[in-house]
C-alpha cells in the first residue's frame, strides 16, 4: 500500500500576521515556517505508524511550493517519510492544490491519499474533496482514525452530533483530525537520514486558476474589555442581557 | 442564470444553516438580476414552505433513500444536473460538515472556483464575484476573486441572518438519474456524541469553556451549572481535554474546533493564540481569570478578575433570576 501525505508551508501558530505589497501578500519577514499541523501530528504520523506496522510499503510527502519550503519538507523527512515531492510553484488555491495532487498521485497508483482536514492559514478544508472529485476517488472527511486492512480501510470520522465508522476499498482520500495520532519529535538519526532522502521536483499543470486572493486585511481586534467587578456579577448579566443581547 | 442552494435536513428540521444560506442565495440572486432555487433531499411540504419563507422561488425536491446520509458523491450528482437543468451558475451550500464534503467535490466535477467558508456577502464585478473569507484561523480576512463560469459559496455558519417572509415557493419534483454508481462507503456505524443533552457545540450559540484555572476535573460542576442555567454546551482548552479532565469533543482551539457562537465564557483560560484561534469569530466573549494579565482580556468584550469558584456560582444564581424574571 502506497501512501501519498499532502503537506503544507504554514507560518507557526505564533506567528504575528502581516501583509506587504500594498496588503496583496503575506509577508514571510521574520516567520518560522512549520509543516502543516493537521497534516503532519494526525496525516504523516498515521502513515508511518501504518508503515512501521507492516500496512504500507512507502510514505511519500506531496507539497506545492517554492524552494524556500525545503526546510519543512526535510522535517517530514526526518519524521520518517521516504521521499518527498516538491510542484514548483506557489499555489493561487486550493483547487490548483489539488490538481497537482491528483495527477501525480493517479500517475502514480497510490492507494492512500491523507490531507490535514484545513491549513491554519487557509482554512478551507477544500483540498481532499477536491482530489476525491478529480480522480473520483472516495473521500472520508475529518477522520479521528484510521486502520487498514489489506485494501480496505477502516475510517472513524466526525459526523453532526456523532461519529461514524466506515469502510471503504482503496484507493481513497482521507482528510485527517486530531485524535487519529499523536505528534512526534523527530530523532537525530531521522534528521540525518532525510538529508539524503529524495525530493523529486515537477512543474505545476497550467491552467488559469478558478480562484484568486485579490487583497488581505487584518481582523479589527476587540477594542476594550469592559470588567466587572468580581463582586457585582449581576452588572455583567445585564449587560450581557441588554447590551450584548445574547441571553 | 438562477443561484442554486443546497439544503440539509436533519432530525426533521431545515438545518438553520441551510436558511442561512438560502436568505444568502436570494440576496446575492437580486443583485445578480436572477432568482434562488433551492434543492432538498426527501423534504416534506412543511420543510419545502420554510425554505420558501427563507428566500428560494422555487424549491427542487429530490427523493431517494440514497441521500439519506449526506454522501457527497450522490449529493453530487444530483446538484450538478439540477444545476445545468436550472442553468445555475452560482451554487451556495454551508460550511459546515456536508458541506465541506460536498462544495470541494462540486468544484472539482464542476471546474467551478470555491470560496469555502465565506463571511460577507459578494461584490459583483462583471462576471467576477468577489468573496471574502476567513484566513490565518481568524487572524485575517482575504478577498477571493472567483473567475470561473461556475462559482460556488460555502457560508460559514451563524455569520448570515435568517429572515423569514411569507413568500411562497414553487415546489417541484427533480428527478436525477444516478446511472447506477453507488459510494465505495460502507457505514458500520453511527454514534451519537453524549453532549449530555447540550447542543452539539459546532451548531451551539451560547458556550461555556473552562481550562486549567479548575485545576482538576471533579470542580468542573460549577462550569456544568453555569451552562445549563444559560441554556450553554461545555467547552474546554487544549490542556484540559490533552489531560483527560474532559471529552476531546470539547476541545476548542487551532487544533480542536473552531467554533462562532453568540456568546463565549471563558473560565480559568488564559487565552493562548491557539485557543482563541478557535474562538475568535464569537460575537461576545466573557473572560473570567484571577490573573489580571492573562492575555485572554486583550481579546474579550467583557472581563472579571476573580476566582472562578466564587465568580461562577453567583453568576449562574444571576442568570437564574434574570431567566425567572422575564
Given at each position: 500500500?502506497?501512501?501519498?501525505?499532502?503537506?503544507?508551508?504554514?507560518?507557526?501558530?505564533?506567528?504575528?500576521?502581516?501583509?506587504?505589497?500594498?496588503?496583496?501578500?503575506?509577508?514571510?519577514?521574520?516567520?518560522?515556517?512549520?509543516?502543516?499541523?493537521?497534516?503532519?501530528?494526525?496525516?504523516?504520523?498515521?502513515?508511518?505508524?501504518?508503515?512501521?506496522?507492516?500496512?504500507?510499503?512507502?510514505?511519500?510527502?506531496?507539497?506545492?511550493?517554492?524552494?524556500?519550503?525545503?526546510?519543512?519538507?526535510?522535517?517530514g523527512l526526518a519524521l520518517g517519510a521516504d521521499d518527498a515531492v516538491r510542484v514548483n510553484a506557489e499555489s493561487p488555491d486550493s483547487f490548483f492544490v489539488a490538481e497537482q495532487i491528483a495527477k501525480y498521485a493517479k500517475e502514480n497508483a497510490y492507494d492512500l491519499i491523507l490531507v490535514g482536514k484545513e491549513t491554519i492559514n487557509y482554512n478551507g478544508?477544500?483540498?481532499?474533496?477536491?482530489?476525491?472529485?478529480?480522480?473520483?476517488?472516495?473521500?472520508?472527511?475529518?477522520?479521528?482514525?484510521?486502520?487498514?486492512?489489506?485494501?480496505?480501510?477502516?475510517?472513524?470520522?466526525?459526523?453532526?452530533?456523532?461519529?461514524?465508522?466506515?469502510?471503504?476499498?482503496?484507493?481513497?482520500?482521507?482528510?485527517?483530525?486530531?485524535?487519529?495520532?499523536?505528534?512526534?519529535?523527530?530523532?537525530?538519526?531521522?534528521?540525518?537520514?532525510?538529508?539524503?532522502?529524495?525530493?523529486?521536483?515537477?512543474?505545476?499543470?497550467?491552467?488559469?486558476?478558478?480562484?484568486?486572493?485579490?487583497?488581505?486585511?487584518?481582523?479589527?481586534?476587540?477594542?476594550?474589555?469592559?470588567?466587572?467587578?468580581?463582586?457585582?456579577?449581576?452588572e455583567l448579566v445585564s449587560l450581557l442581557h441588554n447590551e450584548a443581547k445574547v441571553i | 442564470m438562477s443561484v442554486l442552494v443546497y439544503i440539509e435536513i436533519a432530525k426533521g428540521k431545515v438545518k438553520k444553516a441551510s436558511l442561512e444560506a438560502t436568505n444568502y442565495a436570494a440576496q446575492i440572486a437580486s443583485q445578480l438580476g436572477t432568482s434562488a432555487t433551492a434543492i432538498a433531499f426527501n423534504a416534506d411540504a412543511a420543510q419545502a414552505e420554510e425554505i420558501g419563507k427563507a428566500g428560494a422561488k422555487k424549491v427542487l425536491v429530490v427523493k431517494g433513500d440514497q441521500y439519506k446520509n449526506n454522501d457527497a458523491v450522490y449529493l453530487g450528482v444530483a446538484i450538478e444536473q439540477a444545476a445545468k437543468a436550472e442553468g445555475a451558475k452560482v451554487i451556495i451550500t454551508s460550511f459546515d460538515i456536508t458541506g465541506k464534503s460536498l462544495a470541494?467535490?462540486?468544484?472539482?466535477?464542476?471546474?467551478?472556483?470555491?470560496?469555502?467558508?465565506?463571511?460577507?456577502?459578494?461584490?459583483?464585478?462583471?462576471?467576477?464575484?468577489?468573496?471574502?473569507k476567513n484566513v490565518f484561523s481568524g487572524k485575517a480576512t482575504a478577498i477571493y476573486t472567483i473567475n470561473s463560469d461556475v462559482k460556488?459559496?460555502?457560508?460559514?455558519?451563524?455569520?448570515?441572518?435568517?429572515?423569514?417572509?411569507?413568500?411562497?415557493?414553487?415546489?417541484?419534483?427533480?428527478?436525477?438519474?444516478?446511472?447506477?454508481?453507488?459510494?465505495?462507503?460502507?457505514?458500520?456505524?453511527?454514534?451519537?456524541?453524549?453532549?449530555?443533552?447540550?447542543?452539539?457545540?459546532?451548531?451551539?450559540?451560547?458556550?461555556?469553556?473552562?481550562?486549567?484555572?479548575?485545576?482538576?476535573?471533579?470542580?468542573?460542576?460549577i462550569i456544568e451549572d453555569l451552562a445549563k442555567a444559560i441554556g450553554a454546551t461545555t467547552a474546554c482548552s487544549r490542556p484540559v481535554a490533552d489531560m483527560h479532565w474532559r471529552p476531546h469533543h470539547e476541545h476548542v482551539g487551532q487544533t480542536g474546533i473552531a467554533i462562532r457562537p453568540n456568546l463565549y465564557i471563558a473560565i480559568g483560560i488564559s487565552g493562548a493564540i491557539q485557543h482563541l484561534a478557535?474562538?475568535?469569530?464569537?460575537?461576545?466573549?466573557?473572560?473570567?481569570?484571577?490573573?489580571?494579565?492573562a492575555p485572554f482580556f486583550k481579546s474579550a468584550d467583557y472581563g472579571i478578575i476573580g476566582d472562578a469558584f466564587e465568580v461562577v456560582p453567583k453568576l449562574t444564581e444571576a442568570i437564574k433570576k434574570l431567566k425567572a424574571s422575564n
Open positions: 500500500m502506497k501512501i501519498l501525505v499532502a503537506i503544507s508551508n504554514v507560518p507557526d501558530t505564533t506567528t504575528k500576521i502581516a501583509f506587504s505589497d500594498n496588503d496583496t501578500k503575506f509577508s514571510t519577514q521574520g516567520v518560522q515556517f512549520i509543516i502543516n499541523p493537521y497534516d503532519e501530528w494526525y496525516a504523516l504520523v498515521r502513515a508511518l505508524e501504518l508503515k512501521e506496522t507492516g500496512k504500507a510499503t512507502v510514505v511519500t510527502l506531496f507539497h506545492v511550493g517554492l524552494a524556500d519550503s525545503e526546510a519543512t519538507i526535510r522535517k478544508s477544500s483540498v481532499g474533496g477536491m482530489i476525491g472529485g478529480l480522480l473520483d476517488f472516495p473521500f472520508v472527511s475529518l477522520a479521528t482514525k484510521l486502520d487498514v486492512n489489506g485494501n480496505t480501510a477502516t475510517v472513524e470520522h466526525d459526523i453532526d452530533g456523532g461519529i461514524q465508522v466506515v469502510e471503504c476499498a482503496t484507493p481513497l482520500v482521507i482528510s485527517c483530525s486530531k485524535g487519529m495520532a499523536e505528534q512526534r519529535i523527530p530523532n537525530m538519526r531521522g534528521i540525518m537520514a532525510a538529508r539524503t532522502k529524495p525530493i523529486t521536483v515537477v512543474e505545476a499543470t497550467t491552467d488559469a486558476p478558478l480562484t484568486n486572493i485579490k487583497s488581505f486585511a487584518l481582523t479589527a481586534g476587540r477594542t476594550t474589555c469592559k470588567y466587572i467587578d468580581a463582586n457585582n456579577v449581576e | 470541494p467535490r462540486l468544484s472539482a466535477k464542476l471546474k467551478a472556483g470555491l470560496v469555502a467558508g465565506a463571511v460577507d456577502y459578494p461584490t459583483v464585478n462583471g462576471n467576477v464575484l468577489e468573496v471574502k460556488i459559496i460555502s457560508l460559514m455558519p451563524n455569520s448570515f441572518p435568517v429572515k423569514l417572509t411569507d413568500n411562497k415557493a414553487e415546489v417541484v419534483d427533480f428527478a436525477v438519474d444516478l446511472g447506477g454508481i453507488t459510494s465505495k462507503i460502507v457505514i458500520k456505524e453511527t454514534k451519537s456524541t453524549d453532549t449530555a443533552g447540550m447542543i452539539p457545540l459546532p451548531e451551539a450559540e451560547l458556550v461555556v469553556s473552562a481550562g486549567r484555572g479548575l485545576k482538576g476535573p471533579e470542580n468542573w460542576g478557535g474562538v475568535n469569530g464569537s460575537k461576545t466573549i466573557v473572560v473570567i481569570n484571577t490573573d489580571k494579565e
